[in-house]
C-alpha cells in the first residue's frame, strides 16, 4: 500500500508540472533595434533582437494595425534578421514589425521598432549627390 501510495503522489506531481515546465519552455522572439529606421520600399534593413532565429520566427511583417504586408527575410540568425522594405507600403507611415511564431499555436506578435517610410529622392538630389565636391579658398 505504501509502495503505489507514492507512485500516486510522484504521478500527481509530474502530472501538475509538466504543463507548467512546458510553458517555461517556449520562447517569446523580442526585437531591439532596426537600422536604418528610416527607408523607402526596396531598402534593406536588419532587425537585432532575442530569440528570432528560424527555429522561433516563421514569417515577418509590417503594419499599420490595419494592414500587414508580409516581407520575405533575406537572412535570419538567434539575433538578427535582415528584410527589404516591401513594396505597397505607405509613404510617411511609421510601421511596426510583427513576426508570426513557430510552433502549435502560432502567435502574431507586434515587436517594440518601427521603421519610417520616406520620401523618395528627387532626381535633383540624386545627380547634385554625384558632383564632386567644389573647393573653397
Known sequence: MRFSLRWLVAALVVAVAAPVLSLA????????????????????????GEHIGKAVVAELYFTDGTNDIKTPMLSQTDTTITCKIPAGVK????????????????????????????????????EEE????????
Do not use: H, N
Open 25 to 48: 519552455q517556449e520562447v517569446t522572439p523580442r526585437f531591439t533595434s532596426v537600422e536604418p529606421a528610416l527607408g523607402m520600399p526596396g531598402t534593406e534593413i536588419t532587425v537585432a
Open 91 to 126: 509613404t510617411g507611415v511609421r510601421y511596426r514589425l510583427m513576426v508570426l511564431t513557430r510552433g502549435k499555436e502560432p502567435r502574431l506578435i507586434e515587436q517594440p521598432v518601427r521603421v519610417e517610410i520616406g520620401e523618395p529622392e528627387s532626381e535633383e538630389e540624386v
Open 130 to 137: 554625384k558632383k564632386p565636391p567644389t573647393e573653397t579658398r
